[in-house]
Structure formats: C-alpha cells, structure tokens
C-alpha cells in the first residue's frame, strides 16, 4: 500500500521557520522525483520545490527560492522541506508528491499538513 505521510506543518509567526516531512512507503522511493505543492483558500496548488532522485537537481519558482530547501534522504524514505523567513502568504496547505522516473503518468500525492503563518 503507497503511503506519504507529511508532518511538521503548523503556527509559525512571520520570519519564523518549519521543517516538513514526507514519509514514503510501499513504492521504490529512490526511482521517483520528490516534489512540494502547497494550495492556499481559494487557489490553486502550486509547486514550491522539486527535487530529483539523487539529491543532486532541484527546483524552485521565485516566490520562495533563497527560503526554502528540499532535501531527501533515500536510505529514510523520506523528503524534507525546510521553510525560513516564513511570510503570511505562504499560509496554505502543503503536499508532497512522488512522480516515477520509470513509468510515465505515475504519482502519488499525500493527504497534507496545514502552515499557517500569522502573528
């Protein structure tokens, strides 16, 4: 049974910091790209990082690049994602996601952690 399971979301005050985790199972989670989305009330969800299956690629839109970090740890099953200078408007509910390298069209999402940034 595929299983991502986030934890660490939570109240941050604005310049705080958070560090989420997704715990992977019942796939082979070195074969598959490791994302963060995350969706706001009334918006839809955005990709906030990515990062490859060795650790070594990455990605970022601007709007959090220089705050915040992916990093896995293949040996764990598990994608981390370290938020620093946190601002109200990345309050929103965050979701890992597993895309395959090996079969096209393959991906699961996990059920999400809430972030709240507020003073």
């Known amino acids: 049974q595929v299983q991502l399971v986030e934890s660490g979301g939570g109240l941050v005050q604005p310049g705080g910091s958070l560090s989420l985790s997704c715990a992977a199972s019942?796939?082979?989670?070195?074969?598959?790209?490791m994302s963060w989305y995350r969706q706001a009330p009334g918006k839809e969800r955005e990709l906030v990082a990515l990062?490859?299956?060795?650790?070594?690629?990455?990605y970022y839109p601007d709007s959090v690049k220089g705050r915040f970090t992916i990093s896995r740890d293949n040996a764990k099953n598990t994608v981390f994602l370290q938020m620093n200078s946190l601002k109200p408007e990345d309050t929103a509910v965050y979701y890992c996601?597993?895309?395959?390298?090996?079969?096209?069209?393959?991906?699961?999402w996990g059920q999400g952690t809430q972030v709240t940034v507020s003073s």
């Open positions: 990062i490859q299956t060795t650790g070594i690629s990455f």
């Open positions: 019942g796939f082979i989670f070195r074969s598959y790209s």
């Open positions: 996601k597993a895309i395959s390298t090996v079969r096209a069209g393959l991906e699961y």
